[in-house]
């Protein structure tokens, strides 16, 4: 199971000013969070509440759907194109960057278990996405279209060009190559893929994009590239499992919510800095920083009074960071929450030689790379914590399909819970709608004629 130190915020520690006397916090707010957690169990099976994530672990239809096409299409492609942004991407590339052997698309048919490579379109800039195009062979791509309203513009785009493209080159047989993950019963991609005649996985009722990682959404190109996805849902139900203890003793999510919100309401601290010491855990925090900042940075909360909160997440990589932005969190204004990801144990144990033993870095040989990221991730939190920075340490016992999706929900869960205690909607988002529509616009989507007038005046004034 994950463990949470959180022995870095304490006052005791990092002092008055900057930390939190945590065990008097953690009673004060015992029978709140003793609420929230059982009220947020008791909603998610109620329409509307945008609560069902909870309930993807035990979708058994899906998984079984899921790993059905997976076997049928096993063999018959060389590359996983998938389309999508947002919600709709950075789960994936988080889980699949995380449990495929690095470097996954430059390796071998054979260093791959002859599992297809896989790619993740999800951006518009018109070099990338030409750049890709033009190295693919589309005839052995199988192309995942991933949007929950089937009207996003950005992944539409996308699809509109590579559908082009592929029924150039293959005739009436390229809906073969195209698996679309949409809603189930409306939308512009729910109606194209009838139409077409494409294969269709659902993106539940109720899920948010940013909260599917564990539907279709996310489960397909994981199964897709040989990646068990019943180990994943394991991994799911057993932190379900632990988080539903109402005792904020015992549940780390709701301890991490609780101190990032006081941190933020009491201390000032308003910047939430996720920061894994593993490459393959580098797209995690790419994937936490859309769930914190879409969740919880809001204009209203529940009451309708105008707030303006949400604490802004961070994105970094230890040790790599350390060189980047070290200086600034040890030294600049002391406003953030750092969390450091530790890895137990990594796959591999590397050895560094026994040479160059009479100069200055003669006291590595013999060590390992493993020792020296390990005291490099010690160093840096007590160094925080000597210039008074608060700090909390996620460590997961070694990276597989079973502790990665552990992470994921505790995070989820621990997002959901701050947002109770923020008093916000934790899964509207109002302030992306707007830029949608204002795009619609530009765009010259039909309906939003007169949004497209009063924008261009704006932008003729800013």
Do not use: C
Request: no cysteine; hydrophobic share 40%; aromatic share 10%.
């Amino acid at each position: 199971m994950l463990e949470l130190n959180y022995k870095n915020v304490d006052a005791q520690v990092i002092g008055e000013d900057n930390g939190l006397n945590i065990e008097e916090e953690f009673n004060n707010y015992q029978e709140q969070i003793k609420h929230i957690i059982a009220d947020l169990n008791k909603r998610k099976d109620k329409p509307g509440q945008w609560l069902r994530w909870m309930n993807l672990g035990y979708s058994e239809e899906t998984i079984w759907y899921v790993k059905e096409f997976a076997s049928m299409v096993e063999g018959r492609f060389e590359n996983i194109l998938v389309l999508g942004i947002g919600g709709s991407a950075l789960g994936g590339i988080a889980v699949t960057e995380a449990l495929l052997k690095p470097y996954w698309n430059l390796l071998t048919p054979e260093q791959r278990n002859n599992q297809p490579r896989i790619f993740f379109l999800d951006n518009i800039d018109p070099d990338t996405i030409s750049s890709l195009l033009s190295i693919l062979d589309l005839k052995n791509t199988l192309v995942n279209v991933i949007t929950k309203s089937g009207s996003t513009a950005e992944t539409m785009s996308q699809y509109m060009i590579v559908k082009d493209l592929l029924e150039k080159e293959l005739g009436d047989d390229y809906r073969k190559n195209i698996v679309v993950t949409t809603d189930k019963n409306i939308g512009i991609l729910k109606q194209l893929a009838d139409q077409e005649g494409y294969k269709t996985f659902i993106i539940p009722d109720d899920v948010g994009g940013r909260f599917s990682v564990f539907s279709a959404v996310g489960l397909l190109p994981l199964a897709l590239v040989g990646i068990d996805i019943d180990e994943i849902t394991n991994g799911i139900k057993d932190m379900d499992l632990a988080l539903k203890n109402l005792d904020i003793h015992e549940n780390i999510a709701a301890q991490n919510a609780l101190i990032h919100y006081l941190m933020d309401t009491k201390k000032g601290k308003n910047l939430s800095v996720m920061m894994p010491y593993s490459s393959r855990l580098k797209y995690i925090s790419d994937w936490y920083v859309q769930l914190w900042a879409e969740s919880l940075g809001k204009e209203y909360d529940k009451n309708g009074n105008k707030v303006n909160i949400g604490p802004t997440p961070i994105k970094a990589l230890g040790v790599t960071d350390q060189h980047s932005q070290i200086q600034l969190y040890n030294e600049g204004p002391n406003n953030k929450v750092i969390n450091f990801i530790r890895v137990k144990e990594f796959d591999t144990t590397l050895e560094i030689p026994k040479i160059f033993e009479y100069t200055g870095i003669g006291y590595l040989g013999g060590k390992t790379i493993n020792d020296l990221m390990n005291a490099e991730a010690d160093s840096t939190r007590v160094a925080l914590a000597d210039y008074q920075r608060p700090t909390v340490t996620i460590t997961i016992p070694k990276i597989n399909g079973y502790y990665i999706a552990q992470l994921l929900y505790m995070l989820e869960i621990q997002t959901a819970i701050a947002g109770e205690l923020y008093n916000i909607d934790t899964f509207n988002q109002p302030g992306v709608e707007q830029a949608k529509n204002y795009t619609y616009a530009l765009m010259g989507r039909s309906g939003y004629e007169d949004s497209a007038i009063q924008l261009q005046t704006k932008m003729a004034s800013v």
